[in-house]
């Protein structure tokens, strides 16, 4: 098992250009902005001496160039800067933020999975049938609804209608965090079923067509041993690279849903500081959500490697 | 006839459409298995021998079923059981070897524990009894080394060793009847020979009956005391192994004996089937043979021929071999 997962090492080495990519692109994009850091803080009754003293102790007349090398030195020192808004380290700002984000985006993984996993199946077990065209329609439904607004349909029934759930926040307790992160999370998680639903659903029919399925059957297994037994892992092994690339998307949409619920995560984080052209931290927060992605890549690939005894990542890695 | 462990009685598989049979694949097939025995059932693909061996385990394809006719185990219908006590059977009494034993077997789990899973649902063992059971059915295969082998996955293991894994499997639970889809076509002959010596090794110590689907005339005088030749969904002839391969009566098993190799004879020429069979949807009137039959006469593709008993124990469906020999 361990020998399969030489290919880890190799990989976080290649995430390292990925990430100066990262930072470069982020660093110039986020300069295309018009307006600057010194006119957000001052605000607008600002005068121009002052806007130009500040922008000049922030250091942000230098030349471009040299303004990524200087934000680079930092980088290979630990520190992502200070924010220009907050006047604390973007490091502590993010320490802040990662935790409800990153239990947002599990919390909507785990609901997606015991939505998908049982709906995949319901209609694997007679595709055509009405249990499967049910099926479908759901993720159709699903697939064509934007996030945002099925968090505020969410909201307005669940929180608002019904006072079930809080309308916003993330509380204080860990059952808190789980009480008040559900609707959020649950909105995700609607967002990415189909994905998984109709993945699941395909390879479910082909394991289900299989020889090693009807051996099975030979020795007497049924209903859901059978199922737990022989379909849902081997169903499972493509699957997992589509729950892979969709949590790329995911990232992105915890973003928006985050604003919709006012949690206190990245995505909030994230588009305060490009309101307030507070560069620092923008930088550190796309800094993050990339690596993230990539780890989830490589998360991805040791998932698979241990569901599927045939891969081996390594030789992978090699050719 | 109540000693029979397995009876098959005018038995029909096809598939239907819009709840009205559409197509026969396997037309009026009986045949009957005693403990012990072992029955070899000869056919070229599509023949319908695989379909009629996957009908009494209860694993015809998706939207194949059986049309009508009986199908009893030890005096009860298969055919007309509960799907739970039919499940029941299936590892203990009755079990199925396949053809493709990489296919047979799933990808991701270790052999060992595919062996076990019998023995645990039906033996009720544990875990750990379950792994001995079945490392002990692995050496008694003749797998080397079955500890270690045991953890291995199928992709691990070469074509022989998967094929022994899957008699591992199928004799697990000591089954009283043994269903083999082809299970040496897949592999080279001197692992065969190996695997069929396996076979009838276990099958001779436990009494096991066997039924054995192959398009290997030389298999079958190998393994079988009994045997039946299908050609086009219909058993043609049928008998004892020395009487049909010794004294085929039906054109079609002269043909098959002509068109193989005989050791004994290396000097003589081959001679093939001239045509192909017939397709499931055009079968022609009559005996389906009879297009490529050199003694077809009109007659011949007026009706289907009825099976007549042209020795003790020895039956064939010719109008010509059963009228010449009545």
Redesign the interface.
């Known amino acids: 098992m361990l020998h399969r997962l030489r290919f880890i090492p190799a990989r976080l080495i290649q995430s390292i250009p990925v990430a100066f990519g990262v930072t470069l692109i982020v660093f110039f994009m986020a300069h295309l902005l018009p307006g600057n850091a010194a006119l957000a803080l001052l605000g607008q009754r600002a005068t121009a001496e002052s806007v130009a003293a500040l922008t000049t102790q922030l250091g942000l007349d230098r030349p471009l160039p040299e303004q990524y090398l200087i934000f680079l030195a930092q980088l290979f020192q630990g520190n992502l800067g200070t924010s220009l808004t907050y006047q604390v380290p973007v490091s502590d700002l993010l320490v802040q933020a990662v935790p409800v984000t990153l239990a947002l985006l599990l919390y909507a993984l785990i609901l997606s999975l015991f939505i998908s996993i049982p709906l995949a199946a319901l209609a694997a077990f007679r595709p055509g049938g009405s249990r499967d065209l049910g099926v479908r329609g759901f993720t159709l439904v699903g697939q064509g609804m934007p996030q945002f607004w099925v968090g505020i349909m969410l909201l307005l029934i669940f929180a608002v209608r019904f006072r079930l759930f809080p309308v916003g926040g993330y509380g204080t307790t860990q059952l808190d965090h789980l009480y008040f992160l559900f609707l959020p999370a649950l909105t995700l998680a609607i967002s990415m079923s189909p994905t998984i639903i109709r993945s699941l659903r395909s390879s479910m029919i082909n394991v289900l ?4 399925v ?9 209903g859901i ?1 059978l199922f737990r ?2 379909v849902l ?2 169903a499972a ?1 493509p699957t997992v690279s589509v729950i892979g690339v969709n949590l790329g998307f995911l990232v992105g949409g915890s973003l928006v849903i985050e604003r919709v619920f006012a949690l206190p995560g990245l995505g909030s984080l994230m588009i305060n500081s490009i309101f307030s052209r507070d560069f620092p931290t923008v930088q550190g927060v796309t800094l993050f959500v990339a690596l993230f992605v990539v780890v989830i890549g490589i998360l991805t690939d040791v998932v698979y490697t241990m ?4 891969v081996d990542m390594s030789k992978a890695v090699r050719a | 006839m109540t000693d029979m462990l397995l009876e098959v009685e005018n038995l029909v598989i096809g598939m239907r459409r819009a709840g009205r049979p559409d197509a026969v694949i396997v037309d009026d097939v009986s045949f009957s298995v005693a403990a012990h025995e072992r029955f070899g059932i000869v056919g070229e693909s599509g023949s319908g021998k695989s379909l009629t061996l996957r009908a009494v ?3 015809l ?2 939207g194949v079923e059986v049309l009508s006719g009986r199908i009893a185990y030890a005096g009860k219908s298969l055919t007309g059981m509960p ?2 006590e039919r ?6 009494e009755i ?2 070897i ?1 053809q ?1 034993p990489m ?7 270790r052999v060992g524990e ?1 062996i076990a ?2 023995p645990r ?2 033996l009720g063992l544990s875990k750990k009894a379950a792994n001995t059971v079945a490392i002990e059915m692995m050496a008694r295969t003749g797998i080397p080394d079955p500890e270690r082998r045991a953890r291995a ?1 199928p ?1 691990e293991l070469s074509g022989g060793l998967r094929q022994r894994i ?1 008699i591992a ?2 004799v697990s639970c000591n089954p009283r009847l043994l269903l083999c889809d082809e299970p040496t076509t897949a592999l080279d002959v001197t692992v065969q020979h190996q695997v069929l010596k396996v076979l009838e090794g276990l099958c001779a110590d436990t009494g096991t009956a066997l039924i054995f689907v192959t398009h290997d005339l030389a298999v079958v005088n190998q393994t079988c005391t009994d045997m039946a030749v299908m050609y086009s969904g219909h058993i043609v002839e049928s008998g004892t192994v020395a009487d049909v391969l010794g004294d085929a009566r039906h054109p079609y098993t002269q043909g098959l004996l002509g068109s193989a190799p005989d050791f004994d004879r290396p000097e003589r020429r081959l001679v093939p089937i001239p045509g192909f069979p017939p397709s499931l949807t055009s079968r022609p009137a009559g005996c389906p043979f009879a297009p490529r039959c050199a003694l077809a006469v009109d007659d011949c593709s007026k009706a289907m021929p009825t099976t007549e008993l042209v020795a003790p124990g020895h039956t064939a469906a010719c109008i010509m071999t059963a009228g010449v020999l009545a």
Do not use: C, W
């Not at chain 1, 067509?209 to 090693?212: A, D, I, P």
């Not at chain 2, 499940?87 to 203990?92: E, H, K």
């Open positions: 067509e299989s020889e090693y009807g051996t099975a059957k030979s020795k007497g297994s049924y041993s037994g022989h892992r081997n092994i569901l599927d005894p045939r | 385990a209860g694993l394809p998706k799907p739970q499940r029941r059977l299936m590892g203990p079990a199925m396949f493709e296919t047979a077997l799933n990808p991701v789990i595919q899973e019998g649902r039906h996955y992709h899957m499997m199928a």
